[in-house]
């Protein structure tokens, strides 16, 4: 059945403007290309309870850039059931990506965030290396965190394809210059109405989100403003991604 809430508009114009297009597809080519050799693709778009107790969300940071990068993917290249089902997705944080296909691959592996581009890339050892190498260079802190997260999203089963790319990545994932340019591009542009801005203004006191989930995302940008102003407060004080 037809999502009542559901705004498709096949005909759209794009809604990510050219340059910036062209400035996100710059970023995603400075992550090696890996080839998957799994016996089981796509288990780690998918979490377990217990992974989202201790705090893990799929397809997570997505940052507006990517959202809006994404929407323009979705209303192009999939079917219309596909687009009605991903559009009007509002789960904040879903076990399973909704991008997840049956056989265990991306529906829009062209376009995947920066989150989904980086995982397995680094080994163990090329983070340890990679952290003791920048010891000085890079704050403390930052390298603590680049060791945590890349600790937690090291994968066995990666072959990488591009392995010239791999320390000029690695210190890019160190020093958090892809979530910077990422993060300066979603606070430029973010394509959100004013009636809906104003709405979310009222809800948070934020002018924008630049970093959330799909799902919240699409909440704020696909629902109409007659849902949002009955409901965004109340999905917005459930909300724990949205930054
Ligand atoms: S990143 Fe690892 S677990 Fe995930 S699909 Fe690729 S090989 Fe499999
Ligand atoms: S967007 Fe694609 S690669 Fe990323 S979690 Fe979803 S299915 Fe996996």
């Known amino acids: 059945m037809r999502d009542p809430l559901l705004q498709i508009r096949p005909d759209v114009e794009p809604v990510?403007?050219?340059e910036s297009k062209a400035a996100l597809d710059k970023i995603y080519k400075d992550v090696p290309?890996?080839?998957?050799a799994c016996d089981k693709l796509g288990q780690c778009c998918e979490l377990t309870k217990e992974e989202a107790a201790d705090d893990w969300a799929t397809m997570y940071p997505l940052y507006s850039v990517e959202y809006l990068n994404i929407v323009?993917?979705?209303?192009?290249?999939?079917?219309?059931?596909?687009?009605?089902r991903l559009l009007s997705f509002d789960e904040e944080r879903p076990l399973r990506c909704p991008f997840l296909t049956?056989?265990?691959?991306?529906?829009?592996?062209p376009v995947r965030p920066l989150a989904c581009r980086t995982?397995?890339?680094?080994?163990?050892?090329?983070v340890t290396e990679t952290k003791e190498r920048l010891e000085g260079e890079i704050p403390s802190l930052w390298l603590r965190h680049f060791a945590k997260n890349e600790s937690c999203t090291v994968c066995p089963d990666t072959e990488i394809d591009e392995p010239e790319k791999v320390e000029?990545?690695?210190e890019r994932m160190a020093s958090f210059s892809y979530d910077r340019e990422l993060l300066e591009m979603s606070q430029t542009f973010d394509g959100l109405?004013?009636?809906?801005?104003?709405?979310?203004?009222?809800?948070?006191?934020?002018?924008?989100?630049?970093?959330?989930?799909?799902?919240?995302?699409?909440?704020?940008?696909?629902?109409?403003?007659?849902?949002l102003?009955?409901?965004?407060?109340?999905?917005?004080?459930?909300?724990?991604?949205?930054?």
């Not at 049956?102 to 592996?109: A, L, Y």
């Not at 009955?230 to 459930?238: A, I, P, Q, W």
């Open 16 to 18: 990510l403007p050219t």
């Open 119 to 126: 995982y397995g890339i680094l080994s163990q050892e090329e």
């Open 168 to 170: 000029a990545h690695a």
């Open 72 to 84: 323009d993917y979705v209303q192009e290249h999939l079917s219309e059931a596909d687009q009605e």
């Open 33 to 36: 290309a890996v080839t998957c």
């Open 193 to 227: 109405a004013d009636e809906k801005r104003d709405l979310l203004i009222k809800a948070t006191g934020k002018y924008r989100v630049a970093r959330w989930s799909w799902g919240g995302f699409n909440t704020l940008w696909r629902k109409p403003v007659t849902w």
């Open 229 to 243: 102003k009955s409901n965004l407060v109340g999905y917005m004080d459930r909300a724990t991604l949205a930054e």
């Open 102 to 109: 049956g056989e265990g691959g991306c529906s829009i592996h």
